[in-house]
């Protein structure tokens, strides 16, 4: 069987590990390694500050405290998205206003937002869905002129880049005034579990920190800043285990030969799908002008759901395991009755008719032209 995702070891990890647990002496958070992938996040890409988390939903719910979200405030996000991109604004009592995707990708449809924005509009939570930038410039330019925080979830979105009408390139998750990316072991970069919280808005950085170690001043203290350390905010223990994060610096350390493997294998699948997805009503993915490829993820959008199903059924008769993905968040059990009734058109399209193929570091081009052959020859 060729797996959806299989996690890829670039070789340092154990090695790392093992210096964390025999060398350091700390094995508990904010140590070495946790320092160095922090520095390489902010020179690489531009971030303020960067905090490591056990998650990304960790970072987003960092994210949804230094927000203030309160009881009563409404977040704006797409409807086709991980139940963490909500569930961190619902855990702060806020209501979720869910926007429609665009026609051509899986994105939240910039225009749709402006309509939803009320008096109570804290935060819009663009989701940079399979890597692809969000049209970030107007995303800001709604934030500015509403005065509103703009928290990017940029969990699948490491090392790609928006670019502005004034030429300006910038990090995904360094344009947004907080952005959360995760290490799960089905992203590009991986710690089995990890997250981080880039903060771009100073106004953040200090209370960032103390929410992060359970609302003490406790880095301030290590680093001498302070004399003794205590209990000053809310907080909780977001930080992951040097062991985690040494984990992540192997991987850090191959960013580079792990993106251009993942592009190659993406590329692939596009040169050999074109032709095919032209003949057969299904969408390839779109990434428009001012957004790089990170190449997170390949996906499908079949004509109808029975198309889908019948993909996913050849593909796995074959064995090759392709899956669907999100199921509208505003018709989920848990939500539909808060939901305010709209039709999001394209979040339900998305929902029934997208199928993303096994796309990882080992899957070798022998593998890539096999699936393509299935689908092409089906
Ligand atoms: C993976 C993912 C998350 C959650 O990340 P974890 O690190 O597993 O908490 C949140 N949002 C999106 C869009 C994701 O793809």
Not at 10 to 31: R, T
Not at 95 to 124: N, Q, W, Y
Not at 164 to 185: C, M, Q, R, V
Not at 330 to 348: E, I, M, P, V
Request: hydrophobic fraction near 40%; proline fraction near 2%; glycine fraction near 6%.
């Amino acid at each position: 069987m060729i797996p959806f995702n299989k996690p890829y070891l670039s070789g340092k990890e154990l090695d790392y590990i093992q210096d964390a647990v025999l060398n350091q002496g700390k094995l508990s958070g904010n140590g070495k390694y946790t320092n160095l992938c922090q520095n390489f996040f902010n020179t690489r890409y531009g971030f303020k500050k960067s905090l490591l988390t056990t998650s990304c939903t960790d970072a987003l719910e960092m994210a949804a405290i230094l927000a203030d979200i309160k009881e009563g405030d409404e977040v704006i996000m797409p409807s086709y998205t991980f139940v963490s991109t909500s569930n961190a604004f619902v855990l702060r009592g806020a209501k979720i206003v869910f926007a429609d995707s665009r026609a051509d990708h899986p994105g939240i449809d910039e225009d749709a937002i402006e309509s939803l924005i009320t008096a109570k509009t804290k935060a819009i939570v663009p989701v940079h869905y399979a890597g692809v930038a969000c049209d970030m410039e107007k995303i800001m330019n709604l934030a500015n002129k509403y005065n509103l925080l703009v928290i990017e979830d940029a969990a699948q979105a490491l090392d790609n880049d928006f670019t502005f009408s004034d030429g300006t390139k910038k990090a995904l998750g360094a344009i947004g005034h907080l952005a959360a990316f995760s290490f799960h072991e089905t992203k590009n970069i991986i710690s089995g579990e990890g997250g981080l919280l880039a903060i771009n808005d100073e106004r953040f950085s200090r209370r960032a920190e103390i929410i992060w170690e359970k609302g003490t001043n406790r880095s301030e203290f290590f680093r001498g800043e302070v004399d003794k350390y205590g209990w000053v905010d809310m907080g909780s223990s977001f930080l992951p285990s040097e062991m985690i994060a040494a984990f992540l610096w192997a991987q850090l350390e191959n960013i580079d030969r792990i993106q251009e493997r993942r592009i190659a294998i993406w590329n692939q699948y596009e040169t050999q799908l074109k032709d095919w997805a032209l003949k057969n009503d299904v969408m390839l993915p779109f990434i428009p002008e001012n957004s790089t490829n990170n190449a997170h993820m390949f996906y499908l959008v079949c004509k109808d759901v029975e198309q889908r199903t019948n993909l996913i059924q050849r593909l796995k008769d074959n064995k090759v395991s392709a899956v669907f993905h999100y199921l509208s968040l505003h018709k989920s059990a848990f939500y539909q009755d808060k939901h305010d009734g709209r039709q999001l058109k394209q979040t339900d399209r998305y929902s029934e008719c997208l199928v993303r193929l096994p796309l990882y570091f080992e899957l070798s081009n022998e593998q890539v032209k096999m699936i393509t052959e299935v689908i092409v020859n089906g």
